[in-house]
């Protein structure tokens, strides 16, 4: 059993070091990265197009079942783990935070998709059939670009905004994923407020402040949109970067208490069981043995 998950930087996972962006057909990438079944987290954005096989794979501690023509994003930070079934095919791109910064004038862009906004349930995408052979076109001109020269990452770009452009235009034809687009603008930006300052701001009236709103309005937004309270996504924010933190057994639990600004060890312990309804140990414990028997 592994003993910790390391963060991942994209230089060992291209063929070039210098390169800010890795493709490779996903067969021949598990081929050369076997050891990458245990959970792990990134330093880049993370996308897979699965053609063939099955089995699952785990996103930030939620299990997806893998399908033909499913596709699946990750952004820095998330922590994920595989297990997969019979022979694997499709294609994996891995590209760093600052590939599209000089590309795009508006440098949160890559936010906007509903699949890069962090939220684990919203990572893994069913490709429609109508668009299969164009997203599959695509991926095959990212191949065949990987190997030039001249304009190599600005068609790079282009085409890997094409695909996001495609699959976030079929997405919205869903009534829950339009709605997640249309999503109030505020609200984005108290999630943004939450992703940066989650170890050291707990309370929604801070947050209101910041966004230049009185709590009640920012709490009665939260309910509206998302059925939870402005306190809970805090809340459920701290709790991912403690399970994130937990499953590596390099840090004590103690550790990981000091690294999320708690005052002590049993008031972190009280927290994690208050809102998980278990302790930190035993959340350890348990996605232990589940590392353990895949």
Known sequence: MQTAFPRLDIGPLSEYREDDVM??????????????IFPHRHNFYHLVLFTKGGGFHTIDFNHFNVHPFQIYFMIP??????????EMAGYVVNFSEAFFRSFL???????????????SSNNVVAIAAEIQPNIVGLFEELLLQAGKAKFREDIIRVSLL?????LEQSNAQDKKRSAHIQQHPLIRNFQKL????????RQPGEYAEMLHVTPNHLNALCKEHLSLQAGALIRNRIV???KRLLINLDFTVSEIAYKLNFNDNSYFTRFFKKETGMT???????SANQSGKS
């Open 77 to 86: 930070g998330q922590v994920h783990s595989w297990d997969f079934e019979g």
């Open 194 to 201: 939450i992703e940066k300052n989650f170890t050291t701001i």
């Open 240 to 242: 991912l970067e403690a």
């Open 162 to 166: 094409h695909i996001f452009l495609l």
């Open 105 to 119: 004038l508006k440098q949160d862009y890559l936010d906007s998709f509903s699949f890069f906004d962090g939220d």
């Open 280 to 286: 930190p140990e035993v959340f350890r414990a348990k």
């Open 23 to 36: 493709i490779n057909r996903f067969e021949d990438y598990l081929k050369e990265h076997q050891n990458l």
